[in-house]
């Protein structure tokens, strides 16, 4: 009576690629850290950066920590995320590709689950891989 047992499972998150014929996914990513897919939310940025200018490369180095979002304690993925800036689009549709150099930036990703419980933010499943 009283016994705990605690159960210790090694994970580590993986990149999750989908199926080169789902082609508005191709060159891109999701974080699966056991059965939990993990997102990227724009509350995590720096509040000058647009969602889709992140990538994430393919040796990131992830760590898991313990966050709380919404009163529910969570493991969230903490790493260096780039951040390839877009410039200027402002009335334009395309526009001649110029070279960027990128940024690193320390990011989080959370839970799918828990994403829109912190205010009005963009979010994203899939990142483009760098």
Partial sequence: KGDTVELHIPLRPKLIEAH???EELRNQVTVMYGPIVYCLESVDLPEDVRIYEV???KNVNLTP?????ADENM???EGMLRIYRAGSWEKKLYKEYKSRKPQEIKTRLIPYYAWGNRGPSEM????PLD
Wanted: hydrophobic residues 65%; charged residues 5%; positive net charge.
């Fill in 20 to 22: 080169p014929l789902v």
């Fill in 55 to 57: 990538y994430i490369p």
């Fill in 65 to 69: 920590i313990k966050i709380s979002i």
């Fill in 75 to 77: 493991v969230a993925l």
């Fill in 124 to 127: 994203t499943v899939w990142l």
